[in-house]
């Protein structure tokens, strides 16, 4: 009986024993070669566009003190966003009191970003060269001419007031997707028939359909226009029309249709495009680069995102804890067993101790 005992329960023993000394101790894991960076994907394929993104400091427009030049160099860029940011800083408060009531908000309330855009260019808008908007077209002049005289005029109503002085339509929603002195934070939530887009300012969401339906008709005009959007590899591609002239993007009409484009570059960006054509108003396309940079932490506001949950199964963040959760198992199981081998290895001699005494007992 010792024999038949010690036969199975030896190895059994050594095998657990080798399971633990081979198991991650203390936290200890391999060393892991370091891999290419790869876009992410979602469960169902697409890329990744999913997370909370801010602002940058650079100028919409290339600013005249730096004409000619479409590019920082890295000491310019830190000396340009320290000046930007003490001049900005609305805690310099002036000694005349008109000036300071100007100032309306303290700093705390402001987050404009504190740098320029990775690439180091002067401006948004990366055409025409020079990093100016087109010159508006004679009729499109003209109604500009309209909207300011109405502006200097006390309002006769409501609607004598821009969409953006009414908190109606706010510049960060676009589209285009532009930055602004504060709220500048965007939510991307993706399904695979939808992606949407939650502003910070104002708490408006896009929703940009994914399949292929038509726009809606040319008579329906809508603030914020009419988004269709498919997908280039990893690129998103949105293409908005169907615009009001109360929008008035610097100037465009009723006759506005961009192109937009959303490209994860790295891990933490996403590369913001767009293109604007519109004949009526602007005497050429210009377009405009716009790098989202990851927020730290969740930042968005949270009177505007509570009761708004990304959808879970979308989450690439609820991927890799599932995973890790899995992994944590496998370790946990493999533990248990090591130490249930390593007792009985520990134990084999006074098993068999006790079954040879038994054997000789029950001979006499």
């Known amino acids: ?14 095998t657990f024993a080798g399971v633990l000394l081979t198991a991650p101790v203390g936290g200890q894991s391999r060393p892991v070669a370091a891999r290419k960076w790869q876009a992410p994907r979602t469960l169902f394929g697409q890329a990744d566009l999913q997370g909370i993104s801010n ?6 427009e290339r600013p ?39 100032g309306a908000y303290n700093e705390v309330w402001f987050d404009r970003g504190a740098k320029v855009v990775p690439t180091l260019r002067t401006s948004l808008v990366v055409y025409p ?9 004679a009729a ?8 300011e005289k ?49 502003t910070e300012m104002i708490h408006d969401v896009r929703m940009i359909p994914l399949d292929e339906r038509p726009h809606i008709p040319a008579n329906i005009r809508q603030w914020l226009g009419d988004s269709r959007g498919r997908w280039e590899g990893k690129t998103l591609v949105v293409d908005p029309t169907n615009f009001t002239d109360k929008t008035n993007f610097y100037g465009s009409d009723e006759n506005l249709h961009l192109t937009e484009r959303f490209t994860r570059t790295e891990e933490n960006t996403i590369l913001y495009q767009f293109t604007v054509d519109d004949p009526t108003a602007f005497t050429s396309v210009w377009k405009g680069d716009v790098p989202l940079t990851r927020a730290p932490g969740q930042s968005m506001n949270t009177r505007v995102t509570r009761g708004i949950t990304p959808w879970k199964t979308c989450s690439r963040e609820l991927v890799h804890k599932r995973k890790l959760r899995r992994s944590r198992s496998r370790m946990r199981i493999n533990v248990a067993f090591a130490v249930v081998g390593a007792c009985l290895l520990l134990n084999v001699p006074k098993l068999s101790a006790h079954h040879s005494f038994a054997a000789e007992f029950d001979a006499h």
């Open 1 to 14: 009986m010792r024999q038949r005992f010690s036969a199975w329960t030896t190895p059994l023993a050594f």
């Open 55 to 60: 602002a940058t400091i650079t100028p919409f």
């Open 64 to 102: 005249n003190e730096l004409a000619g030049k479409e590019f920082f160099t890295e000491q310019e860029a830190a000396e340009y966003e320290k000046r930007i940011v003490r001049e900005g800083n609305r805690d310099r408060r002036s000694n005349d009191a008109d000036a300071d009531l100007k």
């Open 129 to 137: 060269p020079d990093g100016k908007i087109p010159l508006l077209t």
């Open 140 to 147: 499109a002049g003209r109604a500009a001419a309209a909207r």
């Open 150 to 198: 109405i502006a200097r005029r006390p309002p006769e109503g409501p609607q004598d007031l821009p969409l953006l002085v009414r908190c109606l339509v706010w510049p960060t929603v676009g589209p285009p997707t532009l930055p602004t002195a504060y709220n500048n934070n965007y939510q991307i939530v993706q399904t695979p028939v939808y992606v949407a887009i939650l």
